[in-house]
């Protein structure tokens, strides 16, 4: 199993920021893809970025292109998303995940591991 922990999240007025972490232990992640998730309640999990490990291409949701960024440390086993110019519908709890290879997906069902998942709520 790869650990995987995300931190960050919490409380926000639409407009804010949040910047979620996701700490990778237990093995040098240099030729895996990374991607982060989100789910809102009674909804399907959605992606919403993910990152190429090695070289850093990265791809988004269009609906979140252009606020949130994805980006990672490689020398901290970490990827972080950055989000700008929050919105209420922006609210669920946010899954990091780590896939053997290093090309990105955007289906969560091609990611072998997941973390715990953080909760972020956009408040109108």
């Known amino acids: 199993q790869v650990p995987l922990v995300e931190s960050g999240g919490g409380l926000v007025q639409a407009g804010g920021s949040l910047r979620l972490s996701c700490a990778a232990s237990?093995?040098?992640?240099?030729?895996?893809?990374m991607g982060w998730f989100r789910q809102a309640p009674g909804k399907e999990r959605e992606f919403v970025a993910a990152?190429?490990?090695?070289?850093?291409?990265?791809y988004y949701a269009d609906s979140v292109k252009g606020r949130f960024t994805i980006s990672r440390d490689n020398t901290k086993n970490t990827v972080y998303l950055q989000m700008n110019s929050l919105k209420p519908e922006d609210t669920a709890v946010y899954y990091c995940?780590?896939?053997?290879?290093?090309?990105?997906?955007?289906?969560?069902?091609?990611?072998?591991?997941w973390g715990q998942g953080t909760q972020v709520t956009v408040s109108s």
């Open positions: 995940a780590a896939r053997r290879v290093s090309g990105p997906a955007t289906q969560s069902r091609f990611y072998d591991y």
């Open positions: 237990g093995r040098t992640f240099s030729s895996y893809g």
């Open positions: 990152i190429r490990w090695s070289v850093g291409s990265t």
